[in-house]
């Protein structure tokens, strides 16, 4: 028996969601706030979906089949779609489907094995912070990192896709595939693919191609394992570090540093003055 990876889903508010002129016009209508409450209830049982609700036919209309789900009033549901269709915040691409607009931005989700590492690592960070705890600060480090190993192992792929989607943005089917040959094609290391990712993430770089691009230098340059990249990332700092001004050959004369130390032999001196000598008794002789 198979055993499914169930995965979550959850929607994430713009920060000025509510100032939005539309927001603002739909809470000034009458019972305003709660044509709010049906429109995100809506977009929860879109998630799974992607933003679409179909209407299957069992009730009347939509409205009605809408408020079996949501346990909203029917006339309440029936306001807050016609509103949403006037702002364009819902289309109809047939009697049957309908797209809530906003939803694909907003939607986050993992899967249960992400959700599992990402609870483990707050429970033990929490535990780090305690000071009852025992167990060294390394210790707990290993542990969620032995963690995170055992699920990229197990689930590398899924892995990928869960990281790029909390990360960067949805993942289509020909990003997707675009990843996965990396790996199977191409015989990289899955942590290379969640290491570039998480390069376009810290970096602000949020799209598709860059990942590809950083992807396909490595691939070129035959830097398939993560210890090649770390490798390569520990040669590009002491290059920079080499580089640095403190560390470049002055074209400053030595003797016209304060801490200039002579360290010319007597006979050299000797032999430079007397070179001075016969220098200056030929310019007295006009040169000759």
Avoid: C
């Amino acid at each position: 028996m198979v055993v499914k990876n169930k995965r979550y889903y959850w929607i994430q508010l713009a920060q000025d969601f509510f100032k939005s002129k539309e927001m603002k016009l739909l809470r000034k209508i009458a019972g305003g706030d709660t044509h709010t409450i049906i429109y995100l209830k809506m977009m929860l049982i879109s998630l799974e979906d992607g933003g679409h609700i179909y209407y299957d036919g069992l009730a009347d209309n939509l409205a009605e089949e809408i408020a079996l789900v949501i346990d909203e009033n029917v006339e309440d549901i029936k306001i807050t779609l016609i509103f949403l269709e006037s702002k364009g915040l819902l289309t109809r691409n047939s009697d049957r489907d309908y797209f809530l607009e906003q939803v694909p931005e907003m939607v986050g989700s993992e899967t249960a094995s992400a959700r599992r590492v990402r609870k483990f690592r707050e429970n033990q960070l929490a535990l780090q912070r305690n000071n009852d705890v025992t167990k060294r600060n390394g210790d707990i480090e290993k542990d969620i990192d032995t963690e995170i190993e055992k699920n990229v192992d197990e689930n590398p792929v899924e892995l990928i896709v869960e990281e790029y989607q909390s990360r960067i943005a949805p993942l289509d089917g020909t990003q997707f595939e675009i990843l996965k040959e990396f790996i199977t094609l191409d015989g990289m290391e899955a942590k290379v693919v969640l290491k570039a990712i998480g390069l376009a993430a810290d970096n602000g770089k949020r799209n598709f191609s860059y990942i590809k691009a950083i992807l396909t230098n490595w691939k070129n340059d035959g830097v398939l394992t993560i210890a090649a990249v770390e490798e390569r990332e520990r040669a590009y700092k002491e290059s920079k570090i080499s580089k640095r001004p403190g560390n470049q050959k002055s074209n400053v004369p030595e003797w016209s540093q304060p801490n200039y130390v002579n360290t010319t032999s007597e006979e050299d001196k000797e032999e430079l003055e007397k070179r001075k000598r016969e220098l200056l008794k030929r310019l007295e002789n006009g040169g000759g």
